[in-house]
């Protein structure tokens, strides 16, 4: 299983890489930040430090299925300028299959 995960994060961090070395990515714009693969191989002293792990590894790969997600659905020709194994990635990632979920916040009745 620890290597399944490593594998899905690798891959969606090599899309968010591509991602933000395009052309039509804004200079300087926000993208997730880098895995720490090494925590990945650690021993986990009691179970909840094997369930901290598992939401901390579960929030990088939102991070970067949200990103990726995002740039699909907001910029037009996404795929241009993208090297074609991120592409086929981002594309067997079949995200398009997911409702898209938004969150309204009205800032001051609840900042």
């Not at 890489?17 to 925590?39: E, N, Q, V």
């Not at 002293?45 to 907001?74: H, P, T, V």
């Not at 067997?92 to 299959?97: R, T, V």
Request: net charge negative; hydrophobic share 45%; glycine share 2%.
């Amino acid at each position: 299983m620890i290597t399944r995960m490593e594998d899905d994060l690798w891959c969606y961090e090599a899309c968010v890489i591509s991602i933000a070395h395009s052309m039509m990515f804004p200079a300087k714009a926000y993208r997730p930040g880098h895995c720490d693969y090494d925590t990945l191989h650690d021993t986990f002293a009691d179970s909840q430090a094997l369930e901290d792990f598992g939401a901390k590894a579960k929030r990088q790969a939102l991070d970067y299925l949200a990103f990726i997600n995002w740039w699909m659905s907001s910029v037009s020709f996404w795929d241009n300028n993208l090297p074609q194994p991120a592409i086929d990635a981002i594309i067997n990632l079949n995200l398009h299959k997911y409702p898209r979920c938004r969150v309204l916040i009205d800032l001051q009745k609840h900042w």
